[in-house]
């Protein structure tokens, strides 16, 4: 179990620093997103900002369990909150919110397991 649960944070801790990166960096497509799911483009620094500070505290996990769980919990929640945006506007693009949310999910259930 522990080599997945490296393997899955390690996973995770890629998937959602490349989107911190993207949202961060003035990128188009955060912006067209923001458009489609009808949210204030001021939000996608905000946004970006949640997603790097997940990506830190999947990283620090590593050292300090807590953290993991606590950035791994934050990171479904903030997933769960994508797939109601993408379903508000009736966007039938859930593929992305939901691999990103079951990578989140299986991180924060393989940190579980393997500490506590």
């Not at 799911?37 to 990283?59: E, M, Y």
């Not at 909150?81 to 989140?104: K, N, Y």
Request: hydrophobic share 55%.
């Amino acid at each position: 179990m522990y080599v997945a649960y490296i393997a899955v944070t390690v996973l995770a801790i890629l998937f959602n620093g490349a989107a911190a990166v993207t949202y961060l960096s003035g990128h188009d497509y955060p912006k067209r997103q923001a458009d489609m799911k009808r949210i204030p483009r001021s939000w996608v620094p905000v946004l970006g900002s949640l997603l790097a500070a997940g990506t830190i505290g999947l990283a620090a996990g590593l050292v300090v369990p807590l953290l993991g769980v606590l950035a791994a919990g934050g990171l479904v929640l903030y997933f769960i909150g994508a797939l109601i945006a993408h379903t508000r506007v009736g966007s039938r693009a859930l593929i992305g919110p939901s691999v990103f949310l079951l990578t989140a999910v299986s991180a924060l259930a393989l940190t579980l397991h393997q500490h506590f």
